[in-house]
């Protein structure tokens, strides 16, 4: 909190963005990261698609591997604050119980929820390059369902095969839908300074 002058003080903290794929996490993410460093700050950006196959070489994206990746990944962002620096995680961390052992063990968290209608979400992701996540996820899980075809490497996808739990008690809760990026990431700003304030973050 805030000293007796109302004077920030410098604490570690995580923010977790989460939500669909294709619901622009990255995207804002990278932009808060820019933000950040503009005011004098240098939090390591986290992301789970960069680290899925240090954690599982060949993953299947089954519920148990999941279960697993998010635990390391909520480790790895705690080892990082351990060594003095505040951590921005970009993972969708579907289940609410992921997200809560990053809130069991981190004092200053906030999950940031990206809200993005799934017809949104699988247009936006339909325009993904192949990269570290399989291009076209949306598409391919729905013709899995429609026909049985199996896809190499395509495991359950969140939004199609597995829902996405939302907390309604997250710190910052952003509609996407009919949105910028630009006006996305501006709520996400404010919202986020009225965090830090509240707990004398600077």
Not at 72 to 91: E, K, N, P, W
Request: glycine share 8%; hydrophobic share 35%.
């Amino acid at each position: 909190m805030p000293d007796s002058k109302g004077i920030c003080v410098n604490k570690n903290w995580a923010v977790w963005f989460t939500g669909l794929p294709g619901c622009g996490k990255s995207t804002i993410a990278d932009g808060l990261l820019n933000e950040m460093r503009k005011d004098g700050l240098d939090p390591v950006l986290l992301r789970l698609d960069e680290r899925r196959k240090l954690y599982i070489p060949n993953p299947e994206y089954t519920h148990d591997e999941r279960r697993r990746v998010y635990h390391l990944f909520v480790q790895d962002a705690v080892a990082i604050m351990q060594s003095g620096r505040s951590v921005i995680m970009d993972g969708t961390g579907h289940k609410l119980c992921f997200r809560r052992e990053a809130r069991d063990k981190i004092e200053f968290f906030a999950e940031v929820h990206l809200k993005c209608p799934v017809n949104m979400a699988m247009k936006r992701e339909s325009g993904r390059q192949q990269g570290l996540v399989m291009s076209g996820l949306y598409a391919k899980a729905l013709e899995r369902q429609k026909t049985g075809k199996v896809f190499k490497d395509l495991g359950e996808v969140i939004g199609v095969d597995v829902k996405f739990e939302a907390d309604p008690d997250a710190e910052c809760c952003v509609d996407t839908a009919e949105k910028t990026l630009e006006d996305v990431l501006r709520e996400v700003i404010i919202c986020l300074k009225k965090w830090r304030n509240l707990n004398g973050i600077c």
